[in-house]
């Protein structure tokens, strides 16, 4: 039987790093020919082009260069050019990851594509099932209509099962994998410890703490930004922060006027350019602690075993904190101070291993979609 094309797309970060164990995976199948697709949604260089040489993955076969804009705009390129590849390629299978913009995107433009002799493209979605429950979150709307237009649907978590269950998807679409970006983690951590990243910063091993910050409901109003670089400063006299800035993030810093507030004289909270992937991973793997708003850091930090100060009251992962290192506080004050204080006080953390968070979770998805085909062969 011939081998089923596949696209495999990424579009953000995140993204980055879910697809890369799975592209290898495909590789290695005879049942797959896979072309891998760069929408474009990350577009500074540190936070593509980067992580595609760090890890290990091929320059793109696709480009769709959409650039930034609003969720309207970008998704509408992403729909327009993704739709131009399917009607020229004609894969059997597209592949997505999470929930950014091109995951939805992507998904809608195969769902409705019809080739000419009748074939229907199907769509997988890797980390399927998560749930915040915050629809005004614009991942949870990607997330939830993702799934709902998925023929097979890979979960991380026993909570995706539960939440795919709940909204009437069939059991036969759910496959409990584990997660790919574990895989990643757990296959680039020696080499990204190596790198030693903290060094260069004149800091110590378990003597920083690492922030991250992206969130539109944290970084796109002014006062909620400046009540959240308060806290950090406040923190940092405690111990010394430093915050890789995300873009979108430095430009709030400097339409809101916050620069100087975030980064003054005398500040121990060190604002730092995007990070590769592994220079990121190498300070977060010798941190103390970690405050973020990010879904995968909570995941990462649950299996470094480092303390994870979540800023927000919401989390589609609630395995990193049944299982993990995971604190969730919102953005008040006293609450993730105390969570920062109880964070220094707690004795070194012990790697946690949710259910099959092992670096074999691309390989499952694989198997499982070799299954599938062969059951039903493509064009049946």
Partial sequence: MAAASVFLVAGARPNFVKV????????????????????????????????FRDLDLPPPDVHLEVGSGSHAQQTARVLERFEEQLQERQPDLVIVVGDVNSTIACSIAAAKMVYPDGRRPRVA????GLRSFDRTMPEEINRLLTDSISDYLFITEPSAEENLRREGVPDAKVFFVGNVMIDTLLNQVERAAALAAWTDLGLEERQYGVVTLHRPSNVDDAKSLAAILDVLLEAAERLPLVFPVHPRTAHRLREFGLEQQASGQGSRLRLLEPLGYLE????????????????????????????????????????TITEGTNRLVGTDRTKILAGFEAALAA??????????????????????????FDQTPVGG
Avoid: K, M
């Avoid at 495909?26 to 500074?44: C, I, K, M, P, R």
């Avoid at 979605?125 to 399927?128: G, I, L, Q, R």
């Avoid at 259910?355 to 499982?368: M, P, S």
């Fill in 20 to 51: 890369a164990p799975v592209y290898r995976a495909l590789e290695a199948s005879a049942a797959f020919d896979v072309t891998l697709v760069h929408t474009g949604q990350h577009y500074d260089e540190r936070l593509s082009e980067s992580f």
């Fill in 125 to 128: 979605h890797v980390e399927a």
């Fill in 280 to 319: 990121f991973l190498s300070l977060l793997s010798r941190a103390r602690v970690v405050l973020t708003d990010s879904g995968g850091i909570q995941e990462e930090t649950t299996i470094l075993g480092i303390p994870c100060i979540t800023l927000r009251d919401n989390t589609e992962r609630p395995v």
């Fill in 347 to 372: 004795d070194a953390g012990t790697a946690a291993r949710p259910r099959l968070w092992d670096g074999q979770a691309a390989g499952r998805i694989v198997e499982a979609l070799e299954a599938a």
